[in-house]
């Protein structure tokens, strides 16, 4: 049984959108359990529609629900100990909940999340981790807007806990990890990246397979399970990806509109066009995972509908389940006992 807390008051639909999601979760993974936070008023008449989901469930009256347009230091400051989205994060301090879900302000889910929770050992900052579409699959591209600015220690941390998430999302055991850099030379990029690219080369860490430096293509074409970037440009990448899939998206319904004989052809191929738009649809890999607490946090999309707010809960699922705070706890522990010193490994009380 996995349990996990929800800040249904989160995200630009609240309830209306998140108790429907929870229903389909628990529909594909019955063994979930839920504690959810809200106010009662509003989610009561939403929840009695689902009676499977409310028997699963323990709902907690909160009197304050954190807008999407606060400030971190306002909801820290106006909904610390009594908001949906603290509470929900204060059940998996607790032990209460293995994992928990918001599709609220992401600044503030990462203010609180850091306040309450704490960053793990030897971990100076959080990542936030996403889960990218690729033409091989899917990949995990951190950090995409949680840590603005990194050195090479940072970079090498997140490369562990992305490999960390990879393999209990992925469930493989040894995941590609790529640096992103302006090019895969070794000479090329900002000198802490090329510093956290030799350290890793190095380490040779049993719980990746470090691949060198990959560009920006290479997100789309799925080159390595991981992507590790700093989170100024992580999060232009993402917003970029985003933009240009409903720039295609747009492309596509004015060219089928066109003309006669491309609605006809759109009527003829309409199987191929909804698996592209399928695939192309962020509500399908939905869920970014906070990696370097002490706890883990699933931030879903604010305007996401009912399937994914699913999708957030079945990775919180997946999260949980493949025990991932275990893995970082255990790459970090391994990494800072194996320090690499002029490209070898030695055990860090041999000097």
Not at 239 to 264: S, V
């Amino acid at each position: 049984m996995i349990t996990v807390s929800v800040d249904v008051m989160g995200g630009d639909f609240g309830p209306e959108v998140a108790i429907p999601g929870l229903a389909k979760s628990l529909d594909r993974y019955p063994e979930l359990r839920f504690q959810l936070y809200g106010i009662e008023e509003q989610c009561a008449p939403i929840l009695d529609q689902f009676p499977k989901l409310k028997s699963a469930s323990e709902f907690y009256h909160c009197d304050v629900a954190v807008r999407m347009d606060d400030k971190p230091s306002k909801a820290l400051r106006q909904g610390r100990w009594r908001s949906s989205m603290w509470r929900c994060i204060e059940a998996v301090k607790n032990g209460d909940a293995d994992v928990c879900v918001s599709a609220g302000n992401t600044g503030a889910l990462m203010a609180m999340s850091r306040f309450c929770l704490r960053t793990m050992a030897n971990i100076e900052r959080p990542a936030i981790a996403a889960i990218w579409p690729t033409v091989r699959g899917e990949s995990i591209v951190l950090d995409v807007g949680a840590t603005v600015g990194a050195d090479a220690q940072q970079l090498i941390d997140f490369s562990m806990m992305g490999a960390a998430m990879a393999r209990a999302l992925f469930e493989i055991d040894r995941p590609t990890v790529g640096l992103l850099n302006i090019g895969v030379e070794e000479i090329k990029g900002q000198e802490e990246v090329k510093e956290a690219g030799r350290i890793l080369k190095a380490s040779e860490l049993p719980g990746m397979d470090y691949r060198g430096f990959v560009e920006g293509d290479d997100l789309g074409k799925g080159t390595v399970d991981v992507v590790v970037t700093e989170g100024f440009s992580g999060n232009i990448a993402l917003k970029a990806a985003e933009g240009t899939a409903r720039q295609i998206g747009e492309y596509l319904r004015a060219a089928m509109n066109r003309t006669w004989l491309a609605r006809l052809g759109y009527l003829m191929a309409k199987s191929a066009f909804d698996r592209l738009r399928e695939k192309m649809d962020p509500n399908k890999v939905n869920g970014g995972v906070f990696l370097g607490l002490n706890g883990i946090v699933i931030k879903s999309h604010g305007g996401t509908d009912a399937d994914g707010f699913a999708a957030a809960v079945d990775v919180a699922h997946d999260m949980a389940r493949n025990n991932l705070i275990s893995k970082i706890e255990d790459d970090l522990k391994l990494f800072h006992a194996r320090l690499p010193v002029n490209g070898e490994l030695v055990e860090e009380n041999q000097g």
